[in-house]
């Protein structure tokens, strides 16, 4: 019997010890139990709103919004929108045709040709007396490797033609699984086919571009 009236009075010392507020105040409130689960969702709250509060401040900064209001009216003049609205509103309301002699995508497709005859790639190069020729031939036959393995000419390409057209263009580096059947990752050099997805920061200073 001694043992039982211990045992119930330590677990009624732990609950007093949980629900009394200290004894300054004594008063008895009630401590809400958390679970693993409430602690993981209110982390993934805070997680995706820092998220949020860093992209809304990218997307705001002033260096970013400038370069793709810019690039924006780039594109759509290289696609043949290239009337004042209001000027196209006065010609349509008078019943005229509205003709648009695009001269820009010509001239556009040929400075992206000529650049097509020599396409970027990454070369190694060793620069000074520490460096080994051999381990740069090495590191050029991996990244020889990786473009091919990755087509990266369609990414190169592709970032060319975004770069003449509107000023930017991006190429992704990813690892990948070759096979389903790979624990391996490999590296991949893909296309960014829109290149307005891709935000540099409020850090990244115009000239930098």
């Given at each position: 019997?001694?043992?039982?009236?211990?045992?119930?009075?330590?677990?009624?010392?732990?609950?007093?010890?949980?629900?009394?507020?200290?004894?300054?105040?004594?008063?008895?409130?009630?401590?809400?139990?958390?679970?693993?689960?409430?602690?993981?969702?209110?982390?993934?709250?805070?997680?995706?709103?820092?998220?949020?509060?860093?992209?809304?401040?990218?997307?705001?900064?002033?260096?970013?919004?400038?370069i793709r209001k810019?690039?924006?009216?780039?594109?759509?003049?290289?696609?043949?929108?290239?009337?004042?609205?209001?000027?196209?509103?006065?010609?349509?309301?008078?019943?005229?045709?509205?003709?648009?002699?695009?001269?820009?995508?010509?001239?556009?497709?040929?400075?992206?040709?000529?650049?097509?005859?020599?396409?970027?790639?990454?070369?190694?190069?060793?620069?000074?007396?520490?460096?080994?020729?051999?381990?740069?031939?090495?590191?050029?036959?991996?990244?020889?490797?990786?473009?091919?393995?990755?087509?990266?000419?369609?990414?190169?390409?592709?970032?060319?033609?975004?770069?003449?057209?509107?000023?930017?263009?991006y190429v992704e580096?990813?690892?990948?699984?070759?096979?389903?059947?790979?624990?391996?990752q490999e590296a991949?050099?893909?296309?960014?086919?829109?290149?307005?997805?891709?935000?540099?920061?409020?850090?990244?200073?115009?000239?930098?571009?």
């Amino acid at each position: 019997m001694p043992s039982k009236t211990t045992k119930s009075s330590a677990r009624t010392a732990v609950k007093s010890k949980k629900r009394l507020d200290g004894q300054a105040t004594g008063t008895a409130i009630e401590v809400p139990y958390e679970s693993d689960s409430d602690k993981s969702t209110k982390s993934l709250e805070s997680f995706l709103q820092e998220m949020r509060d860093r992209f809304h401040e990218c997307a705001e900064s002033p260096n970013e919004s400038s370069i793709r209001k810019s690039s924006l009216e780039d594109l759509k003049f290289y696609v043949g929108d290239q009337w004042d609205p209001g000027v196209r509103a006065r010609v349509e309301s008078r019943k005229r045709p509205v003709l648009t002699i695009n001269r820009v995508k010509p001239a556009c497709r040929q400075v992206i040709n000529s650049l097509l005859q020599d396409r970027p790639s990454i070369k190694i190069n060793p620069v000074d007396d520490k460096s080994d020729i051999h381990t740069a031939e090495i590191l050029q036959g991996i990244i020889r490797h990786i473009e091919t393995q990755s087509m990266a000419d369609i990414a190169y390409d592709t970032a060319l033609n975004g770069q003449v057209i509107h000023g930017f263009g991006y190429v992704e580096v990813e690892t990948d699984f070759p096979t389903p059947y790979s624990f391996n990752q490999e590296a991949y050099i893909r296309a960014v086919d829109d290149p307005f997805s891709v935000y540099l920061g409020p850090h990244k200073e115009i000239d930098d571009l």
